[in-house]
């Protein structure tokens, strides 16, 4: 490791300490430090400004309530970017469930008649995405991701291995193994489908 590196070790453990025992000013050098990398890497999955703003700030957030506990195995800059990366996957699923719900509301017609069938149907919606989710969760993390942002995301395979900074190759592994799993599982999704 060089010089340079041990030094970051050693900061990154001291304001580590700092937080841990509740000194603002060591977060705010950790803020200062890191905020725009994790900008850029959350931007590159959400695509706009003001939530990668929003997301940002939870994780530092986060990382402030939850000082007492926190546990940081590798590096505080890994610790804060699988943070990051966590919280922007997270709304993202959250943005596709909630996009789904809305095209279904706005497509149901307002018919007095039909509106337990569009209850029944907004239940096994979310109850679909729910089991799908499930799967989507048994898969390999980078694998998620690229299936993530492939499909939720509706991003090209060449966008998606540059945010993820593999090869198109790799993304197109990637999406076709996710596609196998859920395949997989079609059997127990399929009384959701019906």
């Known amino acids: 490791m060089t010089l340079a590196g041990m030094r970051l070790v050693r900061q ?6 700092r937080i841990r025992s509740g000194d603002p000013s060591a977060l705010e050098f ?19 400004r003001e939530v990668t703003d929003d997301l940002v700030h939870d994780v530092f957030a986060k990382l402030w309530e939850g000082r007492e506990q926190l546990h940081v195995r590798d590096s505080l800059k890994s610790y804060l ?15 596709l469930v909630e996009r789904r719900w809305r095209e279904r509301m706005v497509r149901a017609q307002p018919a007095v008649a039909r509106f337990d069938d569009d209850a029944q149907r907004r239940l096994e919606d979310q109850e679909l995405a729910v089991a799908v989710e ?5 898969l390999p993390e980078r694998c998620r991701l690229a299936l993530t942002l492939r499909w939720q995301r509706q991003m090209s395979y060449a966008e998606v291995a540059d ?11 990637y999406v ?19």
């Open 12 to 17: 990154e453990r001291e304001w580590t300490s």
């Open 30 to 48: 950790v803020f200062r430090a890191y905020h725009l990398e994790l900008s850029d890497l959350v931007y590159g999955y959400v695509r706009s």
């Open 81 to 95: 970017y699988s943070a990051a990366r966590n919280h922007a996957i997270s709304h993202l699923r959250h943005a």
């Open 134 to 138: 499930r799967v989507l969760e048994q």
């Open 163 to 173: 945010v993820m900074g593999i090869s198109v190759k790799t993304v197109e592994a």
């Open 176 to 194: 076709t193994r996710g596609v196998a799993a859920l395949r997989h599982s079609y059997e127990r999704l399929l009384p959701y489908l019906r």
